[in-house]
């Protein structure tokens, strides 16, 4: 399934980095001083008027009915009490919302939230800068079937994980997430980059630090969670070697020091690739002329390291790792046919369902975080699913496509042209799972 590869890198990658900070401008300065003034004033008006009617109609003497009641309706988030914001707890007991099902609604410019350019997004992933003409996809907002998703709010996020590493471990798709956050939050707090591994342009291990909170944001390159060879080293290889004894080194190494952990892994799965266990073949997938070896498909290999990897991240420590279910790729022809992902709408309800392999990589994500957390017990490290395979299927029109590429048709419409319908456009789609995952961050258990 050309869908699943990776798409390979392309032209010269030029990088300036450290990224300065944002919001240096007086103008800005100023605004935002206005912001938080009329903020924090309107945050007082509303507060006082909720407690002036629950004075009213709730007896004296009960000042934990009073508390308890408005925490009910609000989560108010301060980063250092400069940003307060409220989360309308949107009906359901608090903490129960499901961001699983739902469906995309116009709302505009929902996801304008940033520039890439000024974040240094990867080049293929910043379809505004590279000319994509279309903007309707960044129109969009999720909105779950029984309640709501508050849009990301960098102070309340930040402030969720002061002091803490919070570390993205695995394919590509993990990398597009953390370039999203890291643009998210890098458009409301100074940041800069920390590393970048030597080969820039693949962005494989990268480390940013928010100076102001105290935090690290880290990604690590390891699209099989376990060790890996060949491909996954060198995309020149024909096939992949994973060993299921063992977690990738670089990040496994690093376990201890990360405090909140996404996991997100899947499209390598289906890349030819044979299993180890030690120094035993036990299978492989999708490589032909191996005989004597069983082909055990994708899903145990799926299952066996996320396992493992749950394993490592729960069993010690006390974190908060979270699972990012699959998210699928809109190849409709050949991955270098130019009009291969041309889409500018979400489907509509009931046009796409989610696809047969997507659903069963999600089911076995969901039943891994349930037995981990059983092992946990509730004590120690927390885990979650960052259920997105729902809302990333019905987003075709949120990927570069052809505009992975600055001014693809500069010199004319070209025959073949490779496209990128896996990863999402930065600003796009991909934001909304940091937006859940805020939302994770700040649940209580
Ligand atoms: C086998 O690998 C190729 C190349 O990566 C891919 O296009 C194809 O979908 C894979 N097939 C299966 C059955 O996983
Ligand atoms: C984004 O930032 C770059 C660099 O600062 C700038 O050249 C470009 O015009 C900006 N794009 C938009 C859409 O504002
Ligand atoms: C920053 O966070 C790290 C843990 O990530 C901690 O060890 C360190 O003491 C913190 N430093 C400050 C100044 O808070
Ligand atoms: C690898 O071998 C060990 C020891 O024989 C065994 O316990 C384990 O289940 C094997 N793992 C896999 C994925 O087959
Ligand atoms: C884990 O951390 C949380 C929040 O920092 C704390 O409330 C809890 O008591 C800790 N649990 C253990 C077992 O250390």
């Not at 073949?281 to 493992?308: A, E, Q």
């Amino acid at each position: 399934m050309a869908a699943c590869e990776p798409p390979r890198h392309h032209g010269a990658t030029r990088l300036s980095c450290p990224t300065p900070a944002t919001t240096t401008g007086s103008s800005s300065n100023l605004c935002s001083f206005l912001n938080r003034v009329v903020s924090t004033w309107l945050l007082c008006a509303v507060l006082s008027l909720v407690v002036f009617n629950l004075l009213w109609f709730y007896p004296i003497g009960a000042p934990l009915n009073v508390a308890s009641t408005l925490l009910q309706y609000f989560t108010a988030t301060s980063g250092e009490g400069k940003h307060p914001s409220i989360y309308w707890s949107g009906g359901g007991e608090e903490g129960s919302c499901d961001y699983s099902e739902g469906r995309w609604v116009a709302t505009a410019g929902h996801a304008r939230r940033y520039n890439a350019t000024e974040c240094n997004a990867k080049e293929s992933e910043r379809c505004i800068g590279n000319g994509r003409p279309d903007t309707g996809y960044l129109d969009w907002r999720w909105q779950p079937a029984s309640c709501e998703l508050p849009a990301f709010d960098a102070a309340a996020f930040i402030a969720a994980v002061r002091g803490k590493h919070v570390a993205f471990v695995g394919d590509s798709m993990a990398r597009n997430q953390v370039e999203s956050l890291v643009c998210l939050l890098g458009s409301a707090f100074p940041y800069h980059l920390v590393y970048r591994d030597p080969r820039p342009s693949e962005r494989r291990f990268w480390r940013w630090a928010f100076p102001t909170h105290n935090v690290t944001v880290s990604v690590y390159w390891a699209p099989f969670l376990a060790r890996s060879a060949g491909k996954t080293d060198d995309y020149r290889q024909p096939r992949n070697l994973v060993y299921l004894d063992a977690l990738a080194k670089r990040w496994s190494a690093d376990a201890d020091t990360m405090d909140v952990v996404v996991l997100s892994q899947g499209h390598w799965f289906w890349i030819p690739t044979i299993y180890h266990n030690g120094s035993e073949v036990i299978g492989m997938h999708n490589v032909t002329g191996l005989k004597h070896t069983d082909d055990i498909g994708l899903f145990s290999p799926y299952r066996w390291t996320l396992r493992m990897a749950l394993e490592r991240l729960v069993g010690s420590g006390n974190r908060t790792v979270v699972v990012a279910t699959f998210s699928p790729s809109h190849f409709k022809k050949a991955w270098d046919d130019p009009t291969t992902c041309t889409r500018t709408r979400p489907y509509e309800e009931g046009e796409k369902e989610v696809g047969g392999i997507e659903g069963e990589l999600r089911s076995i994500a969901m039943e891994e975080v349930a037995t981990a957390s059983a092992r946990s017990g509730g004590r120690g490290s927390r885990v979650e699913v960052l259920d997105v395979t729902k809302l990333a299927t019905m987003r075709p029109d949120g990927h570069p496509g052809v505009y992975m590429h600055h001014d693809p048709f500069a010199r004319g419409v070209p025959k073949r042209l490779q496209s990128d319908c896996l990863h999402f456009c930065l600003p796009g789609p991909v934001d909304t799972f940091n937006e859940i995952l805020l939302q994770l961050l700040i649940r209580k258990r």
